[in-house]
């Protein structure tokens, strides 16, 4: 099945905080206004009886307890605009969202080079109500992490992601809706996704009957293979030889090629997981810029009139 093979990240940035630091203090936050998400109607979760919450964790804001999905468009400098539009979606194990890091940051880098960018926020499985019992509940449940079996990749999530599969089809569709609007060239909407999110990318690009995605970004996700569409989109992959992660896996590259579908793949020295943009002195530091050079040889940065 293609879920128990692709969508391997509800562990995903849970894992990394082992790895990262070992800190890791969560302050609580003020769950911030976001004057500009759009609600998807997508409607709730079910078992959740707790309201959205936000902490802080490593400088990042992230949040929780998800129920209402949203979609928060970052459109770019219409002087700058060039049709392209990408779906961002953040990560942190379907149980928060690093909403800064992965969201956020990387939706205003995107808007900088004239690409309309669109942070989903997706419904997450429920977490204990207090920041002591959430914490305590993720070591206890992924203590395990620190010391993995050598070249055993994590289990799959116990839950499907028909939720998350919902809200980014409703995501897709509200972007074709108002694209006159937004300036969005529909033949040109990609998405990209940070670990659980590009796990979230891979399952929609193989799974949804809906969106028709022109290219893919899995950003530090998981590597087992898949069965790849005939028709799948060109993909964009990243990850760091130090990302737990990777463990000397290529199977999802060599699906695309053996698929005979565009990949390019960066296997950088460093960087861990959940690096977003970059951190300090990390050879991932510039995937950035290699996606967007990416995007424009491949043609997806050029306006209609210049095609």
Known sequence: MNLSKTIITALFLIFAITAMAQDGTIYPLENPAEPNAILLGTGGVEGQNLPETWFRQWGDPMARNISTATLTPFLPDPAKANGAAVIVAPGGGFRWLSMGNEGWEVAEALAEQGIAAFVLKYRLQPTPASLEDFSESMNRSF??????????PPSPPRWDLSNQ???AEAAYALILKNAKAWGVDISRIGMIGF?????LTM???????TMKLAFIGPIYGGMGPVEVPENAPPMFNVIATDDFLFRGQFGIIESWYKAGRPVEFHLYQNGGHGFGLGNPNRTSNRWFEAFTHWLNVNGFLKPKAEG
């Open 143 to 152: 203590s395990a992490a620190a010391n993995p079996t050598p070249n055993t």
């Open 165 to 167: 599969l919902e809200d």
């Open 195 to 199: 670990s659980a999110g590009a796990g």
């Open 203 to 209: 399952h929609c690009t193989l799974n949804s009957k």
